[in-house]
């Protein structure tokens, strides 16, 4: 425990640092002793935690939580560039689409995740944070996909959140929607719970749902 501290606490230093190329040459050393899914989840999800509680404690100025988070993306950018060389242009036929409720800001845990989708060869539409319901609806009636992601961190969004469940859950093709994000680690979610609806507390809960092949309780589309 006390290593993996080390390693997110470095890592997090790096990001208020702006230190791109010191946070490019430590993550790539982790990818050489572990896999993916530990970088993402033990490590750079922790970092980002560090830097938010440094942030609400003002031990640093929002300017300093802004430059972590663009190092952040930057690096998670290249990873997934880097993925996608040796992985190639494998694809299922599976469609996912990402994104976070409207005003929520929060974006790296929703990136990390639609990155472990394309790792599982999905073809993946990601949207980014702060998508209104008018817009989303459209880019998935546009899309079609089998699974709808959406993320929030913080308890206001909730009514958002539900309301967005109840208008997908009435689409007609009835894709899966999975919500994840900060919310679902911190909050009692199984209300919103069914056989159409599922949470996701973190990336490790999402790369057991794939080690089960729970994408057949998908219906196929177009």
Request: hydrophobic share 40%; charged share 25%.
């Amino acid at each position: 425990m006390k290593a993996l501290k080390q390693h997110h606490e470095i890592l997090a230093h790096y990001f208020l640092d702006g230190d791109e190329d010191q946070a490019l040459v430590f993550i790539q050393k982790l990818l050489n002793e572990h896999p993916r899914i530990y970088l993402y989840e033990d490590i750079i999800t922790p970092a980002m935690y560090h830097v938010g509680e440094l942030w609400e404690k003002n031990e640093i100025s929002v300017a300093d939580e802004h430059l972590a988070t663009a190092i952040c993306d930057f690096v998670l950018s290249k990873v997934e560039a880097e993925s996608l060389n040796i992985r190639g242009d494998r694809q299922t036929s599976f469609k996912a689409l990402l994104f976070g409720v409207e005003e929520e800001q929060h974006y790296i845990g929703l990136k990390m995740v639609a990155d472990t989708f394309k790792e599982q060869g999905w073809r993946v539409r990601y949207l980014g944070p702060n998508l209104g319901m008018e817009h989303s609806l459209t880019q998935i009636h546009r899309y079609k996909p089998h699974v709808i992601g959406l993320s929030a961190a913080l308890s206001y969004r909730l009514p958002a959140l539900k309301q967005l469940v109840n208008d997908f859950r009435r689409l007609d093709w009835k894709p899966l929607i999975m919500i994840g994000g900060r919310m679902a680690k911190k909050f009692e979610l199984e209300e919103l719970e069914s056989e159409q609806v599922v949470i996701m507390k973190d990336l490790n809960h999402l790369n057991q749902w794939f080690k089960e092949r729970r994408v057949g309780v998908v219906n196929e589309t177009s």
